[in-house]
């Protein structure tokens, strides 16, 4: 009798909560739309390449040899090179700002080159974004390579190294810093989606005062803590398949692993989220402060302690520690192995623990911290 | 019901309570770490059967009161029994055992009337059964079997409350706890709701516990429990406490309908006087012990004054401590003079005004004009569009059609202008908070540009006439209720304007301080301002010299508030209220078509 009464309550709370879901458009715009927008924002925006750099070139050498590593630069996507006759008129536009790097091949090389003695190419880069000047860096050396290796099949070139590098890249064969972020931000989203979703849609409860009704009904914490878990749990993996969805088809991320080690491990995070934001809820009761703690208390250090944007490795010990809190850190990790690599069980069964863990962790303090009565 | 069978029931009741509360002490405390006694040693019954009605101002504890019955909050030390099970204890069990609708009424408004009840007969664990039948009687007799399919958030205010109250009841509960449930209703919808209670009552023998502000409702209990700072005051049935006030209510009559105001002011200036209000065109008194010789109005000759039947509202303030003080601390020493007459120019003037929100008009064609040293009326239930009005015709909202003229501006043109000599009150105060009274006054003064000796000067005239003196230092935040609606309307008159607009001034503050504002009010228009002021209440609509009654953006009539009663005259009810002239009004029964057999032309409504 008592079981039949808990699944009549349960089914009153549910059927409420999607009746809802499905005409307030605010909850779908929420779990649906806002990671699409977010995705779409990031994933264009946000790109750790470097294309079309303003560079000058300053060639006082005329010669074959420095015409041909010129015209490299200039056809490379990475640059774009303003030509100059003169150191001065190149530091000029450095200052200005109008380049972030000169190019400069001294009068005597290509006659170098050809001797033998290997020719010198100066590079000037604008080093305030450090980031950036080694990626210019990388850059330059990539494209003088490949024209030595290439001078060097001719035989036209002598090779003073001994020993050549041969070099693979895994995983990211194409070395695009899209296949790395995309799955990395579907992390941050959903982070912030799960939290917003539960913190928000309990505080709109209390703002329009039908928190109260609900607490004077027999309903029991279970009801209250599963009324709200199932709903969201269900739109936010909806939200979640979306952004995958997205970021196959319409950003070309390679996905390699499978859909069912995806779901398990993604289910087990979106967990975490939720009851993240029910634990907020049970202390907020104002919508506008449920978002803008989620966004402080969610979403931030889902940002810095994940380990996509800042390495976690060079981070002073005291950082690594407290990011291992951080549910976001071990989904970024289960994603980049699953998007690039595959299923690695090695990666994913650890993490996936730790997710696991944490799921029950959020949501076991969320059902301690509900209450039936309206003070603390 | 003979007296004999009221006798024998009210016998078998006294021996069944279905809420006991005993030595209640409930203690909150405060963000500044101070404790507040919420309630203290409180002791109530309440039997089935029987309505227990719980009155008391603002802040005397009755939400709280309500809510530790419904096992909401919890007692700081005391018992509190419902239905034989301990409200700490056994939660659950109570909560499966009462009804209970709170002040928002605690409905989903996405959900449509029949999903609301679903969903809270699946919590109550109503069998599906039972259902149907259930469900026909509840929406007959809240009349809402019409409207099932009807989202709740799209019901009118008393449609939800009536809802609300279906909702409460639907596992037919031993103990129906009402925390004010008829706030910001119209009086139709009030009415229809205490029929319901009383068929339940009846029918079901259940039991009801009722907080209310509405003196008039409380009278309708067949207990009532006065809450007066936490602490009960006095109980027992209505009646008793009106028979003990016979031979010190009277009503006195004026000479001529412009004077009542000025009645109403030298009334309230008598000492030994505990109450005095304006109801149906006459001023009535309530002395503070019965026929006291003292009293230079009680002289017969003078005026016409005849002794009347003492209401529960009566009762009330003459049983709350130190209510007289009020009248006579605010009128020390102002002079009083009669209304000026002849001063028929109109300040504010609107035509056909109109407004439209997407594909919702809240106000349609409205046609009105107030004269100088007026106190003019906006009435009706939430909802009706008295807000919008009022922004419209302070310049915050533009009209979308329709011309509005104050202080001989026209609004669309010269809004700063008309903007200077107007003042304005909204309804949450507007107050800063976090500076003292003295600032706030600054700024205000200084925002309606007033130099630094006029502004001394405004501001010594608002601590004496608000007696804010001794506030002068204290932070708005901290000030009570009373003396930050004080503070408000000091700050709306600072730049001493012509015309003073108040949006439901006296929403949410209590019964005394809604009688301070109104002799406060009365004075400031005897000095020539006119006042136009907008509220809920319909008995405040008898101090004002003509209002208009809205509905659903509409005009339902306007006029005098004698005319207005006169419209609901009939043989049954030959001295009706305000709130049966409303009822009138909006069943359509009468119209101002139909009690004048025209159309109230200009001329009319400026009489």
Request: aromatic content about 8%; glycine content about 10%; proline content about 4%.
């Amino acid at each position: 009798m008592s079981t039949a009464l808990f699944f009549m309550r349960l089914r009153g709370i549910l059927r409420k909560e999607f009746l809802q879901i499905l005409r307030d458009p605010s909850s779908i715009a929420l779990a649906l739309v806002m990671p699409m927008v977010l995705l779409f924002i990031f994933g264009y925006g946000v790109t750790l390449d470097a294309e079309y750099i303003p560079v000058a070139v300053v060639a006082e050498d005329n010669g074959n040899g420095s015409s041909q590593l010129l015209q490299r630069f200039e056809l490379s996507q990475n640059f774009v090179v303003t030509r100059v006759a003169t150191m001065a008129e190149a530091e000029q536009l450095l200052n200005v700002r109008r380049v972030d790097g000169i190019i400069h091949l001294r009068e005597n090389f290509s006659a170098k080159v050809a001797g033998g003695a290997g020719g010198q190419v100066q590079v000037i880069v604008n080093g305030v974004d450090a980031n950036r000047a080694r990626l210019i860096q990388g850059y330059v050396r990539t494209v003088a390579g490949k024209w030595f290796d290439v001078r060097t099949g001719e035989g036209l070139a002598m090779v003073g190294v001994p020993v050549s590098i041969a070099q693979r890249v895994w995983f990211n064969e194409e070395v695009e810093s899209r296949n790395f972020m995309v799955p990395g931000l579907i992390t941050l989203i959903m982070t912030l989606i799960g939290i917003l979703l539960t913190a928000l849609v309990v505080a709109r409860e209390w703002e329009r005062g039908t928190m109260e009704a609900m607490l004077v009904t027999p309903l029991r914490r279970i009801d209250i803590l599963l009324g709200k878990i199932i709903p969201y749990y269900l739109l936010g993996m909806v939200g979640m398949g979306l952004s995958v969805a997205v970021a196959v088809l319409i950003f070309g991320v390679p996905f390699r692993g499978s859909f069912g080690a995806l779901f398990v491990l993604s289910s087990l995070f979106m967990l975490a989220s939720l009851g993240f934001g029910l634990l907020l809820s049970a202390a907020i009761r104002i919508q506008f402060v449920a978002a803008q703690i989620s966004i402080v208390a969610g979403f931030l250090p889902a940002f810095f302690l994940s380990g996509l944007i800042f390495d976690l490795e060079s981070t002073p010990a005291v950082i690594r520690i407290v990011s291992h809190i951080v549910p976001a850190r071990y989904f970024v990790s289960i994603s980049h192995t699953l998007f690039m690599a595959g299923d690695v069980w090695e990666v994913l069964l650890p993490d996936g623990l730790m997710l696991g863990f944490m799921a029950i962790f959020f949501i076991t303090l969320a059902y301690r911290k509900i209450t039936k009565r309206l003070e603390g | 019901m003979m007296d004999g069978d009221l006798l024998a029931a009210s016998e078998k009741v006294q021996c069944d309570p279905v809420l006991e509360i005993c030595g209640l002490h409930k203690e909150f405390v405060a963000k500044n770490k101070k404790i507040v006694h919420a309630l203290q040693d409180v002791r109530v019954k309440a039997m089935r059967g029987r309505v227990t009605g719980l009155v008391g101002a603002d802040g005397a504890g009755k939400t709280t009161m309500i809510r530790i019955a419904a096992g909401l909050l919890v007692p700081t030390s005391g018992s509190v029994t419902v239905l034989g099970l301990d409200s700490v204890t056994q939660t659950l069990k109570v909560q499966s055992a009462v009804g209970y609708m709170p002040q928002k009424f605690g409905l989903y408004q996405d959900l449509s009337v029949s999903e609301n009840m679903d969903l809270y007969a699946d919590l109550q664990g109503v069998p599906r059964a039972e259902r149907p039948k259930r469900y026909d009687r509840l929406l007959q007799m809240t009349s809402l079997a019409a409207y099932t399919r009807r989202k709740a958030g799209a019901l009118s205010g008393g449609m939800k409350q009536k809802l609300g109250l279906a909702c409460a009841l639907i596992k037919s509960p031993g103990i129906l706890l009402l925390d004010e449930p008829t706030v910001g209703v119209d009086p139709v919808s009030r009415r229809e709701l205490w029929k319901i209670v009383y068929e339940l009552v009846e029918k079901d023998n259940i039991g009801v516990f009722v907080s209310t502000s509405y003196l008039d409702e409380a009278a309708r209990c067949d207990h009532v429990v006065v809450l007066h700072q936490g602490q009960v005051l006095l109980e027992g049935a209505p009646r008793e406490f009106m028979t003990k006030m016979r031979g010190r209510v009277f009503e006195v009559a004026a000479v001529s309908a412009k004077s009542v105001r000025r009645l109403y002011a030298e009334l309230a200036a008598e000492s030994g006087v505990v109450d005095v209000t304006i109801r149906s065109g006459k001023v009535r008194v309530v002395t503070e012990k019965e026929k006291q010789p003292g009293i230079g109005f009680l002289v017969p000759e003078k005026r016409a004054i005849k002794p009347v039947e003492p209401s529960f509202e009566d009762a009330f303030m003459a049983m709350i401590p130190g209510s007289g003080h009020h009248f006579r601390q605010e009128l020390g020493g102002r002079n009083l003079a009669d209304v000026p007459d002849g001063q028929d120019d109109a300040v504010v003037t609107t035509q056909n005004l109109q407004k439209v929100f997407g594909g919702f008009t809240a106000v349609k064609d409205l046609s009105f004009t107030v004269n100088r040293g007026e106190i003019f009326g906006l009435l009706g239930p939430n909802g009706a569009g008295k807000s919008t009005t009022f922004r419209m015709l302070c310049g915050l909202l533009p009209a979308s059609g329709g011309k509005i003229s104050v202080a001989g501006y026209d609004l669309h043109r010269s809004r700063a202008r008309a903007r200077a000599r107007l003042g304005y009150m909204a309804q949450q105060f507007s107050l800063y908070g976090q500076l003292s009274v003295k600032e706030n006054l600054r700024f205000f003064g200084k925002a309606y540009g007033l130099n630094n000796s006029r502004l001394e000067h405004r501001i010594r005239w608002a601590y004496d006439e608000f007696g804010l003196k001794q506030w002068q230092d204290k932070m708005a935040a901290s000030l009570p209720g009373g003396y930050k609606q004080r503070l408000a309307m000091a700050a709306a008159l600072l730049h001493e304007p012509d015309i003073l607009f108040l949006d439901e001034p006296t929403s949410g503050v209590d019964p005394f301080a809604r009688r301070e504002f109104w002799l406060r009010i009365n004075g400031f228009a005897q000095q020539g301002v006119t006042v136009v002021v907008t509220t809920h209440f319909m008995e405040e609509a008898e101090y004002c010299d003509r209002m208009l009654i809205m509905s659903q953006g509409e005009t339902l009539a306007m006029g005098s508030p004698a005319k207005i009663r006169e419209l609901a005259c009939s043989p049954d009810n030959p001295e009706p209220t305000m709130d049966d002239a409303f009822i009138a009004l909006a069943d359509g029964a009468v119209n101002m078509d139909g009690g004048t057999g025209k159309k109230a032309s200009p001329e009319e409504q400026r009489s």
